[in-house]
C-alpha cells in the first residue's frame, strides 16, 4: 500500500489530528518506514512453523477449592448502621 497526501489528509481526518505541512512528509516518510517493515515480514516462510499462544510457557497455577470456616454472620452484621434479613442495608445508588 502507497500512502500519499491524500491518504495521511483521510487518516488524520479520521483520527482527528492535525498534522502541520512541514510535519506531513516526516509522517509520510515513517508511514512507508513502517509499512516496508511490515512488507519484509509478509516474506517469513512460517509454513511448519508452531502456533504459539504463549511465548514464555506460563500456565495458570490454582489451588484446591476446599472449604473452611468462615466469619459468622451476626458478628459481622453487628457495626451495620443498618440490616435486615442477615444483609445490609445501603442507599440506592442507581435510580
Known amino acids: 500500500m502507497v500512502i500519499d497526501k ?10 482527528k489530528l492535525k498534522i502541520d505541512d512541514e510535519k506531513q512528509e516526516e509522517m509520510l516518510e515513517s508511514l512507508e518506514k513502517i509499512l516496508g517493515y511490515i512488507s519484509s515480514l509478509e516474506e517469513c516462510d512460517t509454513e511448519n512453523t508452531e502456533i504459539t499462544y504463549n511465548v514464555l510457557g506460563l500456565e495458570n497455577v490454582m489451588r ?15 457495626n451495620a448502621p443498618s440490616k435486615e ?11
Not at 6 to 15: C, G, P
Not at 88 to 95: A, E, H, N, Q, R
Request: a negative charge; hydrophobic letters at 40%; glycine letters at 2%.
Open 6 to 15: 491524500k491518504v495521511l489528509d483521510y487518516m488524520s481526518h479520521l483520527s
Open 64 to 78: 484446591d477449592d476446599t472449604i473452611t470456616p468462615s466469619f459468622d454472620r451476626e458478628d459481622i452484621l453487628k
Open 85 to 95: 434479613a442477615g444483609c445490609f442495608i445501603v442507599p440506592k445508588v442507581l435510580s
